[in-house]
């Protein structure tokens, strides 16, 4: 199993700004991935972060509103950029283990958009 | 990303009916199946999983079968208890790029 760190837990913030949330894993993962979870509804991949080099973005997820950075095996940012009250939603840090291997949940980051 | 049908979106049961809640998808391709349950407020928890190389796994109250030739799967829970009460959700692995797909959660409500 991994144990994923995510913070800020929660934030209120004004519209127009930008937060990053952290994602810290206390082991060396392959892969790691970034998921929205709108109030009531499912997870939807924002993009898989990968280590070195840009980050996969999934279909109606772009780099400049969601820039993601991923230094090392173990760590991850995502950035929402310039958020608007669309953007109130729990942002979840995920990982992992390869092919056919458990998917662990970080406990996600609450994010409110006035 | 890939297309994952669950079905139904809320679901209530007596405590000790059984329930059960079906996924389809359209990748054949795909063959790792998971299903988590996420309490309200948490985060989703891996409650059991099926590849697909076998057609049915169970563990105590809990089953899921797979049809891959139909491009199906299903979550079985006998013998409900109340604190089975959560959201479900059927979740897929792309077998390129290995990224997770989740169903649209089934709210499920144990009656006691």
């Known amino acids: 199993s991994a144990v994923i760190s995510q913070k800020p837990s929660r934030d209120i913030c004004q519209r127009g700004t930008s937060l990053t949330i952290q994602c810290q894993v206390d082991s060396q993962v392959t892969m790691m991935f970034w998921y929205r979870q709108q109030p009531g509804q499912s997870l939807t991949l924002i993009a898989t972060?990968?280590?070195?080099?840009?980050?996969?973005?999934e279909s109606g997820f772009v780099i400049d509103k969601f820039p993601i950075s991923r230094p090392n095996l173990t760590f991850s940012t995502l950035t929402v950029s310039n958020m608007s009250p669309e953007d109130s939603s729990i942002y979840l840090c995920?990982?992992?283990?390869?092919?056919?291997?458990?998917?662990?949940f970080g406990e996600g980051s609450r994010l409110t958009v006035l | 990303g890939e297309n994952v049908e669950q079905h139904p979106s809320t679901l209530s049961v007596q405590e000790g009916d059984s329930a059960v809640i079906k996924c389809t998808y359209s990748d054949s391709a795909s063959n790792y199946f998971p299903w988590y349950k996420q309490e309200l407020g948490k985060r989703p928890q891996l409650i059991i999983d099926i590849r697909s190389n076998v057609g049915e796994k169970k563990d105590q109250r809990i089953a899921v079968t797979l049809n891959k030739t139909a491009k199906h799967f299903s979550l079985h829970i006998t013998e409900t208890q109340p604190e089975d009460s959560a959201v479900y959700f059927c979740?897929?692995?792309?077998?390129?790029?290995?990224?997770?797909?989740f169903g649209t959660g089934t709210s499920l409500t144990v009656i006691p």
């Open positions: 979740a897929l692995q792309k077998a390129s790029g290995n990224q997770f797909y």
């Open positions: 995920s990982v992992g283990q390869g092919a056919g291997g458990e998917l662990f």
């Open positions: 972060a990968n280590q070195g080099s840009e980050a996969t973005y």
